[in-house]
Every structure is written in structure tokens, then in C-alpha cells.
């Protein structure tokens, strides 16, 4: 966290046998996955300066006609300290490996009786490596040169009396990353399983009718961890960065219709502020293209469209399917500004360094964001399509306003990943309750946001924001009681399904804190997706997650541990406690959303809080009493 470095130490045997080791790096097609993708394409090089103070591996990304990379590349570099014996540069038998086009196929760092052995690892990547064609004969680089000179200076920076200290390098890391981490300390009382390694208590939960404390306490400061690990510049990945293969599930991506929430669900609350930070520079990076997906999908002026994912650089809508129409996903930009809004919650007004830029939070961040957001809103909407005073869906060609009693439909709108019963059965729907609810909650923002930068025409831009709220859908209500997914009178309610993005007026939103009869009709909604979802896909662990955040919202502290014992209690977890995507285990599938997002869980369960609203144990299980 000091320096941006991995530092590996390396120490003589227990009884005292000096290292010989000879370090080497793998092929690039034998990590898992390797092949399946355009990496293939790549050219890659293994390279050891003829001294051996480094191993090193860059390559170059492929060559497509208008790619943005092609003329870029990413390099991993490791110095090397060896502390006594020698260090000389090897090179081992070739691998006869295609992508890798060096001239000395596998060159190596062989070390003979050295005392102790230093590691500084740092990787980068670079737009500009040159021509393709021009890699293989290249003999030098720009960016493996800026990598040699930086972990050079960390290692110069640390030597204390010509050698190396280790200690001297850890002690500013542990105490950012302490800080961070003790920040918030979460402990359930003793159970006797606090020395019991985490395979056993994998499988002691398993057999176990009730959640075991210490389990709950693991897994809760293992997601923290995880998120501390991932802040710093931006926000954490649904497959993490650690699982050291190639082609991850969902491309490695960033998901933002769930998975990027249920990571953030837990970094104000748990007073991460460098995740809050870096969350923040990861939204502003992807502005741009939120203005033009806005623009390219809808026609609008001056507003912003999330799309569904993004690689981390670019945020283009480039997915477009009947069954997944992600161009018609409207409420990511109210979803993915909340953090942002709650960020400012909690800590007040702060100044923002990205790109270097120091950003007002409140008048150059929040409110421009949070303005064509609402812009989005009212383009969106039209007199045309609106639904009657008996709430009839309508549609009449040039009607210029509503009126009285009549309100907007909003019409496209998708409710991921779901689609009503019956004879209707496109996901393409009109007036999604997840739509309803971040509209109007992303217009509140607006307007309190409004009311604390106080610029020119504040007070005409509040009654236009509040005009438009009056005139939002309203929620319908099933047979049951519990809250719809979409507000059509036209549309059968389907709860065959893992997610719940309907329950938005209660998380994210905060809306049925003062409002009993939309608990109820929440509550009676998750209660249907129980009963009717249950062995169809409800063992995706992130429907599981989200549950759990709706539930503490609402105060139940039944549904939470309900939740908490489908995901703990089943095989979900591997034995670092970082989590599959199913519950049931085996997929192989590595995800960071159930890791981290149980974080948020957890906190909402024990503390609810909102602008001047603290309340404890607003969620505690009977079995939780201590």
C-alpha cells in the first residue's frame, strides 16, 4: 500500500540450510484457461538482464485494425535481492512456445547459497509498445525500463547499511493497512472454534443447524480484507484479480446491474474510506461514456446511461439482446451515484484528486453527476405514453401533457433479468418498480444536493426535480400484498427468478423506513420468491447477498440469518474463505461480489444509519446475543 509493490521474503530453513533456488516464469498458455480468447494472439517475451537483478515478462497485446490497444502491452517485473551466496543469469531448456517469441525462449535467475532472498514485484501496462511486427526484434523497452528504475528506487529506499530490510518496507504498509482494517472490529462471543483451521470449519457449518459464530466472524473480516486489497484507485472486480488464470467468468469484468452494488453495499458503513475513494474515480472514468450511451440509445442531451458492464477502461452499451436488453436498463446511474451520495453522508465535503484535478465533491462531482441523472429521468418520459385516473397503460400520439390523476409510464424499461408471466414474455417491459424507485430517488438526491450548493436558479431547478417526482408511476401491490415488479395492471408477476431488483425502494433506497405498509409488502415479496424460486435458480450466491441487504433494511432479522445460512452453510466457500458464484460450490467459479458484499449485510444488520438516524440492532437474530 506504500510503495504499489509486492515484496516476497524468502528465508534460510528452520534448521538453517541455505537457499538454492532458480527462479523462473511459467509459460503463459499453462495457467488455467489459457486459449479460449484473444490472448492467443498476443507475443510475449521472458527477459533477465545479464546481472540477474531482475526477471521479467512483457508482452504485446494483439494487433486489431481500430483497437485501442494495439499498439500497447503490460510488463511484470521482479527485482531480485539475493543476501549473501551468489545470483547468475540462466537461461533453462526452451518450451517451444508460439506466443513467446524471445530469443532465449526461458531465461531464469539461479541463486546458490544465499542467506536470505528479496522479491520486489511491480506490473503495469502501456499504449504505447510500438508496432506489432516490431516487438519480436525489439531490444528495448520504455515501459520494462520505467518498472526496473521504480523497484530499484523501492529497494534503494528500504536498504538500511547496504542491505535490505524487509521490516523497514512493511512497517508503513501494516500501519495504512491496519488502520483500515481496524477501523471496525465485528465479534459474536465464543464459540470454541477460534483455533479450528477454516477446511474444518467449512465442514463443522455444513453440518451445523445454526450459524457458528466464529464462521460468520471469518468470513466478515476476510470480505473487508478483500475490499481494503482492492482500494486504492478503483473498485473491485465480480472475479477478482488473484485467481491467476485466464478468461475469469463474465470476462473479468465489472458488473453494475448488482454485483458492483452488493461489493460497495458495505464500504461507507464500514468506514473504508479509500474504497470510498476509489470507487468514486472509477464512476468518473466512465463519464464519458455514460454521456454517449445516453446519447446513441436514447437521443438524449446532457444525461448519462450506465451500462451494464464494463472492462474497468471503457464503459460503451455494447450488449443488445430480447432477453437481456441492457440498453433499456435504466436505473444504473441513480444506483451507481447512491455510494457516491452516501460517501458524502458520511464524511462531508472532501476534495477529490483524479486525473490531476482537485474536484469539489459537492459542486463538481455530485451535483453534475447527480443533475444528468435526473435529466435522464425526465427525457425518458412523455405525455404520450402514460397511464389513465384507472391505471390503464395509454398511448396518444401528440399529447403534450397529463391530466389530473394521469401519470408517466416509463416505457422502455427492464427489470434484470426478469419478464412477466403469461402471454406477455419479452424482458422489454414498461414501468419496472426498480425503474419507479430510482427515479425517485435519484431526483431526492438531486434536490438535496440542490439545496446545499445553493447555485444560480436552485430553488426553479427544485420545483421542476419535485414536479417530476409528483408525476412518477406509483407502485402496485399483488393479490398477496407484496410490492410488483413492474407497475402494469397489463403484466403477471413471475417470482421463478434469483433477483429481486423490485425491492429497490429498500436497497438501496431508503424509502420504507417511515413507510410500514411497503415493509410489509417487501417482506411479503421476498416471501414469494422464497416459496416460488425455490430449486429453480436460487442458488447464485448474489441473490442470496442482495436478499440479506434488503432484509436489514427492512428489519428482518429472520430473513437476514435465513440468507446468511443459505450462503454459509452450503458449499460456496473455499477454504480462503473467498467464494464461488453458487452456493452449492463446484463451478470453479471465483467471485469477490458474496466475499465482500456480506460486509454490507452484516453492518445494516447491527447499525442502521442515515442523515441524522442512528439506530442500533435493527436486525439482530435470537441467536446472535452477544
Same mark, same amino acid.
Given at each position: 500500500?506504500?510503495?504499489?509493490?509486492?515484496?516476497?521474503?524468502?528465508?534460510?530453513?528452520?534448521?538453517?540450510?541455505?537457499?538454492?533456488?532458480?527462479?523462473?516464469?511459467?509459460?503463459?498458455?499453462?495457467?488455467?484457461?489459457?486459449?479460449?480468447?484473444?490472448?492467443?494472439?498476443?507475443?510475449?517475451?521472458?527477459?533477465?538482464?545479464?546481472?540477474?537483478?531482475?526477471?521479467?515478462?512483457?508482452?504485446?497485446?494483439?494487433?486489431?485494425?481500430?483497437?485501442?490497444?494495439?499498439?500497447?502491452?503490460?510488463?511484470?517485473?521482479?527485482?531480485?535481492?539475493?543476501?549473501?551466496?551468489?545470483?547468475?543469469?540462466?537461461?533453462?531448456?526452451?518450451?517451444?512456445?508460439?506466443?513467446?517469441?524471445?530469443?532465449?525462449?526461458?531465461? %531464469?535467475?539461479?541463486? !546458490?547459497?544465499?542467506?536470505?532472498?528479496?522479491?520486489?514485484?511491480?506490473?503495469?501496462?502501456?499504449?504505447?509498445?510500438?508496432?506489432?511486427?516490431?516487438?519480436?526484434?525489439?531490444?528495448?523497452?520504455?515501459?520494462?525500463?520505467?518498472?526496473?528504475?521504480?523497484?530499484?528506487?523501492?529497494?534503494?529506499? @528500504?536498504?538500511?547499511?547496504?542491505?535490505?530490510?524487509?521490516?523497514?518496507?512493511?512497517?508503513?504498509?501494516?500501519?495504512?493497512?491496519? %488502520?483500515?482494517?481496524?477501523?471496525?472490529?465485528?465479534?459474536?462471543?465464543?464459540?470454541?472454534?477460534?483455533?479450528?483451521?477454516?477446511?474444518?470449519?467449512?465442514?463443522?457449518?455444513?453440518?451445523?443447524?445454526?450459524?457458528?459464530?466464529?464462521?460468520?466472524?471469518?468470513?466478515?473480516?476476510?470480505?473487508?480484507?478483500?475490499?481494503?486489497?482492492?482500494?486504492?484507485?478503483?473498485?473491485?472486480?465480480?472475479?477478482?484479480?488473484?485467481?491467476?488464470?485466464?478468461?475469469?467468468?463474465?470476462?473479468?469484468?465489472?458488473?453494475?446491474?448488482?454485483?458492483?452494488?452488493?461489493?460497495?453495499?458495505?464500504?461507507?458503513?464500514?468506514?473504508?474510506?479509500?474504497?470510498?475513494?476509489?470507487?468514486?474515480?472509477?464512476?468518473?472514468?466512465?463519464?464519458?461514456?455514460?454521456?454517449?450511451?445516453?446519447?446513441?440509445?436514447?437521443?438524449?442531451?446532457?444525461?448519462?446511461?450506465?451500462?451494464?458492464?464494463?472492462?474497468?477502461?471503457?464503459?460503451?452499451?455494447?450488449?443488445?439482446?430480447?432477453?437481456?436488453?441492457?440498453?433499456?436498463?435504466?436505473?444504473?446511474? !441513480?444506483?451507481?451515484?447512491?455510494?457516491?451520495?452516501?460517501?458524502?453522508?458520511?464524511?462531508?465535503?472532501?476534495?477529490?484528486?483524479?486525473?490531476?484535478?482537485?474536484?469539489?465533491?459537492?459542486?463538481?462531482?455530485?451535483?453534475?453527476?447527480?443533475?444528468?441523472?435526473?435529466?435522464?429521468?425526465?427525457?425518458?418520459?412523455?405525455?404520450?405514453?402514460?397511464?389513465?385516473?384507472?391505471?390503464?397503460?395509454?398511448?396518444?400520439?401528440?399529447?403534450?401533457?397529463?391530466?389530473?390523476?394521469?401519470?408517466?409510464?416509463?416505457?422502455?424499461?427492464?427489470?434484470?433479468?426478469?419478464?412477466?408471466?403469461?402471454?406477455?414474455?419479452?424482458?422489454?417491459?414498461?414501468?419496472?418498480?426498480?425503474?419507479?424507485?430510482? %427515479?425517485?430517488?435519484?431526483?431526492?438526491?438531486?434536490?438535496?444536493?440542490?439545496?446545499?450548493?445553493?447555485?444560480?436558479?436552485?430553488?426553479?431547478?427544485?420545483?421542476?426535480?419535485?414536479?417530476?417526482?409528483?408525476?412518477?408511476?406509483?407502485?402496485?401491490?399483488?393479490?398477496?400484498?407484496?410490492?410488483?415488479?413492474?407497475?402494469?395492471?397489463?403484466?403477471?408477476?413471475?417470482?421463478?427468478?434469483?433477483?429481486?431488483?423490485?425491492?429497490?425502494?429498500?436497497?438501496?433506497?431508503?424509502?420504507?423506513?417511515?413507510?410500514?405498509?411497503?415493509?410489509?409488502?417487501?417482506?411479503?415479496?421476498?416471501?414469494?420468491?422464497?416459496?416460488?424460486?425455490?430449486?429453480?435458480?436460487?442458488?447464485?450466491?448474489?441473490?442470496?447477498?442482495?436478499?440479506?441487504?434488503?432484509? %436489514?433494511?427492512?428489519?428482518?432479522?429472520?430473513?437476514?440469518?435465513?440468507?446468511?445460512?443459505?450462503?454459509?452453510?452450503?458449499?460456496?466457500? @473455499?477454504?480462503?474463505?473467498?467464494?464461488?458464484?453458487?452456493?452449492?460450490?463446484?463451478?470453479?467459479?471465483?467471485?469477490?461480489?458474496?466475499?465482500?458484499?456480506?460486509?454490507?449485510?452484516?453492518?445494516?444488520?447491527?447499525?442502521?444509519?442515515?442523515?441524522?438516524?442512528?439506530?442500533?440492532?435493527?436486525?439482530?437474530?435470537?441467536?446472535?446475543?452477544?
Amino acid at each position: 500500500r506504500e510503495d504499489n509493490v509486492t515484496i516476497t521474503k524468502i528465508t534460510k530453513s528452520s534448521l538453517g540450510a541455505k537457499i538454492n533456488m532458480t527462479l523462473s516464469l511459467q509459460d503463459c498458455w499453462s495457467l488455467r484457461g489459457f486459449g479460449n480468447g484473444d490472448e492467443k494472439n498476443m507475443r510475449y517475451k521472458k527477459l533477465v538482464d545479464d546481472d540477474a537483478t531482475y526477471i521479467s515478462l512483457i508482452a504485446h497485446y494483439p494487433d486489431y485494425e481500430n483497437s485501442e490497444l494495439r499498439y500497447g502491452g503490460w510488463c511484470g517485473l521482479t527485482k531480485v535481492i539475493a543476501v549473501g551466496g551468489t545470483k547468475e543469469r540462466v537461461v533453462l531448456d526452451s518450451t517451444n512456445d508460439s506466443e513467446n517469441v524471445a530469443e532465449e525462449q526461458n531465461a %531464469a535467475i539461479k541463486i !546458490s547459497g544465499a542467506n536470505e532472498v528479496y522479491l520486489i514485484t511491480k506490473t503495469d501496462r502501456t499504449h504505447d509498445m510500438g508496432k506489432f511486427e516490431d516487438f519480436k526484434d525489439a531490444e528495448s523497452y520504455a515501459l520494462l525500463d520505467e518498472l526496473n528504475a521504480y523497484t530499484t528506487a523501492v529497494a534503494e529506499k @528500504y536498504t538500511v547499511d547496504g542491505k535490505f530490510s524487509y521490516d523497514k518496507a512493511l512497517a508503513p504498509h501494516a500501519e495504512k493497512h491496519s %488502520a483500515l482494517f481496524n477501523a471496525v472490529e465485528f465479534n459474536l462471543g465464543s464459540d470454541g472454534y477460534e483455533e479450528v483451521a477454516n477446511e474444518h470449519l467449512i465442514q463443522l457449518q455444513q453440518n451445523s443447524e445454526t450459524l457458528l459464530p466464529t464462521l460468520v466472524e471469518r468470513a466478515y473480516n476476510q470480505g473487508r480484507y478483500a475490499q481494503i486489497c482492492c482500494a486504492g484507485s478503483t473498485h473491485p472486480r465480480l472475479c477478482g484479480m488473484w485467481q491467476g488464470e485466464w478468461n475469469s467468468g463474465w470476462r473479468g469484468i465489472y458488473t453494475m446491474d448488482a454485483n458492483v452494488n452488493l461489493q460497495s453495499s458495505g464500504m461507507n458503513t464500514g468506514n473504508i474510506y479509500e474504497a470510498g475513494e476509489s470507487y468514486i474515480k472509477f464512476v468518473l472514468k466512465q463519464i464519458p461514456d455514460w454521456e454517449e450511451n445516453a446519447a446513441k440509445t436514447y437521443g438524449m442531451t446532457d444525461a448519462i446511461q450506465v451500462p451494464v458492464n464494463t472492462d474497468g477502461d471503457r464503459a460503451m452499451m455494447v450488449e443488445y439482446s430480447r432477453w437481456y436488453p441492457f440498453q433499456y436498463w435504466n436505473a444504473g446511474a !441513480s444506483w451507481m451515484l447512491l455510494p457516491i451520495y452516501e460517501f458524502w453522508q458520511c464524511y462531508g465535503n472532501r476534495i477529490i484528486e483524479y486525473n490531476g484535478e482537485m474536484l469539489d465533491l459537492e459542486k463538481d462531482v455530485l451535483l453534475p453527476l447527480l443533475t444528468k441523472q435526473a435529466n435522464f429521468w425526465e427525457q425518458i418520459v412523455t405525455p404520450e405514453y402514460f397511464t389513465d385516473t384507472d391505471g390503464n397503460a395509454r398511448y396518444e400520439e401528440g399529447k403534450t401533457e397529463l391530466l389530473e390523476g394521469e401519470r408517466y409510464l416509463i416505457i422502455p424499461s427492464y427489470s434484470p433479468e426478469n419478464y412477466p408471466l403469461g402471454d406477455y414474455d419479452s424482458t422489454i417491459t414498461a414501468n419496472a418498480t426498480m425503474d419507479i424507485a430510482a %427515479a425517485r430517488d435519484g431526483l431526492r438526491m438531486t434536490i438535496e444536493m440542490e439545496k446545499v450548493v445553493k447555485s444560480a436558479g436552485y430553488e426553479e431547478r427544485i420545483a421542476k426535480w419535485e414536479n417530476l417526482m409528483s408525476l412518477l408511476p406509483e407502485y402496485k401491490y399483488d393479490e398477496s400484498g407484496a410490492l410488483c415488479e413492474w407497475a402494469m395492471k397489463e403484466y403477471q408477476e413471475n417470482n421463478k427468478h434469483r433477483h429481486i431488483s423490485h425491492l429497490y425502494p429498500a436497497w438501496p433506497a431508503f424509502e420504507t423506513q417511515d413507510n410500514p405498509a411497503l415493509v410489509d409488502a417487501c417482506n411479503q415479496a421476498i416471501e414469494n420468491r422464497n416459496r416460488e424460486n425455490q430449486g429453480e435458480d436460487d442458488t447464485a450466491s448474489h441473490g442470496w447477498v442482495h436478499k440479506a441487504l434488503v432484509a %436489514a433494511r427492512l428489519k428482518n432479522a429472520d430473513s437476514c440469518y435465513n440468507s446468511l445460512m443459505a450462503l454459509m452453510a452450503d458449499n460456496i466457500y @473455499y477454504t480462503s474463505l473467498m467464494a464461488d458464484h453458487y452456493t452449492h460450490g463446484g463451478w470453479g467459479v471465483f467471485c469477490t461480489d458474496t466475499t465482500i458484499g456480506t460486509i454490507g449485510i452484516i453492518d445494516e444488520m447491527l447499525l442502521y444509519s442515515n442523515t441524522g438516524v442512528i439506530e442500533a440492532l435493527p436486525a439482530l437474530p435470537d441467536e446472535w446475543n452477544e
